[in-house]
T-cell receptor, first 109, second 115 residues
Framework: SQQGEEDPQALSIQEGENATMNCSYKTSINNLQWYRQNSGRGLVHLILIRSNEREKHSGRLRVTLDTSKKSSSLLITASRAADTASYFCATAPNTPLVFGKGTRLSVIA | KAGVTQTPRYLIKTRGQQVTLSCSPISGHRSVSWYQQTPGQGLQFLFEYFSETQRNKGNFPGRFSGRQFSNSRSEMNVSTLELGDSALYLC??????????????FGNGTRLTVT
């Protein structure tokens, strides 16, 4: 089955800075999704980008997709302490939604 | 609209026992999926149910089973518990079968500890 792999594994930034995390995958996709997980809680869906889209925005989030490189990036602008969480990408082709191990983001106030 | 509800929130069991976890999806959602999350393995897909039928199954032993009822509520059962079954078990619901465009809506999980 496919798996998105997030990079870096961990990221620590100051409040107000931008945070960028990347996701790579192996085969063709229908869409790619990003989720956030606060410690000990369930995942929360952030944004879905379809294979024919190159960029998508939602509030302070910007997601790009490069299907030729089989990669996506999630940019969080003007980060806040509340953005501290793990971020996962997941790809949806013809198999169950499979998640990578995530990027652990720490935003220091 | 109420979110995905998982019960119980925490559970402590001993090796050899069995356990049943419950998940109530968002109203109108017909697909329910289960994931196991551990620090070492990350999120591992267990199974997905859609309209009371198991549509996909992950690579877990037969001790892990599930079912879905006509009201879309789902249960998963783990028999003969092992220490390695200690994990956060997450349930997620979506409007349609997972391979579509519907995002997953997760509950806050059941934290199972096996001693």
């Amino acid at each position: 089955s496919q798996q998105g792999e997030e990079d870096p594994q961990a990221l620590s930034i100051q409040e107000g800075e931008n945070a960028t995390m990347n996701c790579s995958y192996k085969t063709s996709i229908n869409n790619l999704q990003w989720y956030r997980q606060n410690s000990g809680r369930g995942l929360v869906h952030l944004i879905l980008i379809r294979s024919n889209e190159r960029e998508k925005h939602s509030g302070r989030l910007r997601v790009t997709l490069d299907t030729s490189k089989k990669s996506s990036s999630l940019l969080i602008t003007a980060s806040r302490a509340a953005d501290t969480a793990s971020y996962f990408c997941a790809t949806a082709p013809n198999t169950p939604l499979v998640f990578g191990k995530g990027t652990r983001l720490s935003v220091i106030a | 609209k109420a979110g995905v509800t998982q019960t119980p929130r925490y559970l402590i069991k001993t090796r050899g026992q069995q356990v049943t976890l419950s998940c109530s999806p968002i109203s109108g959602h017909r697909s329910v999926s289960w994931y196991q999350q551990t620090p070492g393995q990350g999120l591992q897909f267990l199974f997905e149910y859609f309209s009371e039928t198991q549509r996909n199954k992950g690579n877990f032993p037969g001790r892990f089973s599930g079912r879905q009822f006509s009201n879309s509520r789902s249960e998963m059962n783990v028999s003969t518990l092992e220490l390695g079954d200690s994990a956060l078990y997450l349930c997620a619901s979506s409007l349609e079968f997972m391979q579509g465009d519907s995002p997953l809506h997760f509950g806050n999980g059941t934290r199972l500890t096996v001693t």
